[in-house]
Nanobody, 117 residues
Framework: VQLQASGGGLVQAGGSLRLSCEAS????????MGWYRQAPGKQRGLVAT???????TYAESVKGRFTISRDNPMNTVKLQMNSLKPEDTAVYYC????????????WGQGTLVTVSS
């Protein structure tokens, strides 16, 4: 599976960005896709995921501000990020998790999101 992410950039606090990730290769609509992020000096952590059935999971810190969506025919997952805060600054990674797996099996190349105060 190959993941191609796009949409990162620089934005002021309170602004919005949208990330997009397209999966290709041996993919299945029952598998999950999502986003993780890693800030400098911190471990990579969950931002949001969406299962093949459409169930979404969000980190507490982004609930109410971020929305994940998936377009199965296009094998694309998007992350709409609103009301961005400086603490959202990180490298965001698209992730693909096989059905039944506990952790992502594949990662995208990462896209940098910088939120200025």
């Amino acid at each position: 599976v190959q993941l191609q992410a796009s949409g990162g950039g620089l934005v002021q606090a309170g602004g919005s960005l949208r990330l997009s990730c397209e999966a290709s290769g041996t993919i299945d609509s029952s598998d999950a896709m999502g986003w993780y992020r890693q800030a400098p000096g911190k471990q990579r952590g969950l931002v949001a995921t969406v299962s093949g059935g459409g169930t979404t999971t969000y980190a507490e810190s982004v609930k109410g501000r971020f929305t994940i969506s998936r377009d199965n025919p296009m094998n694309t997952v998007k992350l709409q990020m609103n009301s961005l805060k400086p603490e959202d600054t990180a490298v965001y990674y698209c992730a693909y998790r096989r059905f039944g797996a506990r952790w992502p099996n594949y990662w995208g190349q990462g896209t940098l999101v910088t939120v200025s105060s």
